[in-house]
């Protein structure tokens, strides 16, 4: 059984989103500022997001394990 790419899309996203959260703790602890936290956490979310769902959907294909 595959999954649709809309349910594959809303598991990246949920993903990003503790991801993000995660990061810009990390980031402001870091920096101590709450802007460059931010700026870093979204930025990363961006492309985080972009690479699971090619991820995910990459893995859809290899019949490998199921």
């Known amino acids: 059984m595959t ?3 809309a349910r594959t899309l809303v598991k990246a996203l949920s993903w990003q989103a503790l991801g993000v959260i995660t990061t810009a ?3 402001w602890m870091f920096t ?5 936290g931010v700026s870093l956490a979204l930025s990363s979310a961006l492309s985080g997001t972009a690479f699971f769902f090619l991820h995910e959907r990459l893995w859809q294909r290899v019949r490998w394990g199921r």
Do not use: F, Q, R
């Open 32 to 36: 101590g500022s709450i802007t460059a």
């Open 3 to 5: 999954e649709s790419p």
């Open 25 to 27: 703790a990390l980031a």
